[in-house]
């Protein structure tokens, strides 16, 4: 039998290995030199042709369009997919049925064949008109070809085809959430557009915020599609700048690295965004825990038993 006594003194700890993983990582590493060398030192990448352009004042403005235009189209986005997100659950037939239609259109077609679309909507309608269908009532009329120019065409096409993923994130975000909290809230008597936004959106957010980032940072590559449209945004000002020097790599390299800092800034404004909303977690967690480590102990009470003496 084996007693303390005969135990070693001390015990050698032998650190796990990984074969594997270490061998992973060599080759990774040798790979990355591979590209940083035939990146760095290949002198047709024509590195001071990107250096040249990168602050370009005309690269520049192409970069701006292309920020309001991302801009533009998530703020709208945003506010018409909601709407059909609404719509979807809605136990309305004849909503809910619109809002698929609209949904299963405009994820089906592709940005750039609506975009086509919308730039030769002149041709189908020389006029648009707000008033009564099917009637002759009309309050108001417009120039086709005055309404949807370059910058406007890009915008309704973008939110229309933004709008119908949005509306799909947002969806699945609230049938995300605890069916019991809707009845809690219900049972507080909340109207349904405070009971929405201030118990059920919050929660929902953070179902929706991963997916609604990856579409907002989809919007602003895919800004690049209103080229066909022949507006500055920051890929047909490249476009047009190769064109015209024949440095197509160098240019795009330029574009390429604008669109790297675009999408990076939005992964860290997500990164804030879900570390801000989950401190609501850490203080409930903290909350709970709080009261089962600073309740005092109930002191026990003894009792002490009668004495009976016996009378004389």
């Known amino acids: 039998m084996t007693t303390p006594s005969n135990l070693p003194s001390t015990i050698k700890v032998v650190p796990a290995r990984y074969p594997l993983r270490t061998l992973g ?11 940083i060398q035939s990146v760095a ?8 042709v990107f250096a040249r352009w990168f602050f370009d004042p005309v690269i520049l403005e192409g970069l701006a369009q292309t920020l309001l235009l991302t ?8 506010v018409i997919g909601g709407l059909l997100a609404l719509a979807r659950l809605s136990s309305s037939w004849l909503l809910n049925s619109l809002a698929w239609g609209y949904i299963w259109l405009f994820r089906s077609l592709p940005l750039i064949v609506v975009l086509i679309i919308l730039y030769n909507f002149s041709y189908l309608y020389d006029t648009l008109s707000i008033g009564i269908p099917f009637t002759q009532i009309s309050w ?9 120019g370059q910058f406007s065409t890009a915008v309704v ?29 219900a049972a507080l008597g909340l109207p ?39 507006m500055p945004e920051l890929f047909y000002t490249i476009q047009m700048i190769y064109n015209r020097t024949q440095e197509v790599i160098p240019l795009l390299m ?3 690295v604008w669109y790297l800092v675009i999408t990076s800034v939005l992964s860290l404004i997500q990164h804030l965004v879900e570390r801000w909303l989950a401190r609501s977690e850490r203080r409930s967690a903290i909350n709970q825990q709080s009261p089962a480590r600073q309740t005092p102990r109930q002191p026990v009470l003894q009792t002490q038993e009668a004495a009976h003496a016996p009378l004389p």
């Open 25 to 35: 990582a060599v080759v990774a590493l040798f790979v990355l030199a591979i590209v």
């Open 41 to 48: 030192f290949n002198p047709r990448w024509e590195w001071s």
């Open 71 to 78: 801009l533009i189209g998530t703020a709208l986005s945003v």
């Open 140 to 148: 108001a009329s417009y120039q086709t070809i005055n309404v949807l």
């Open 157 to 185: 096409g973008l939110t229309l085809v933004q709008s119908a993923y949005t509306a799909e994130i947002i969806r699945g975000g609230f049938l995300g959430v605890d069916h019991g909290q809707y009845e809690a809230a």
């Open 192 to 230: 349904a557009w405070r009971r929405t936004l201030r118990i059920i959106l919050p929660q929902a957010l953070r179902t929706i915020l991963p997916s609604g980032f990856n579409e907002i940072i989809s919007l602003a590559k895919g800004t690049a599609m209103v080229y066909v449209l022949a």
């Open 254 to 256: 330029v574009g390429a």
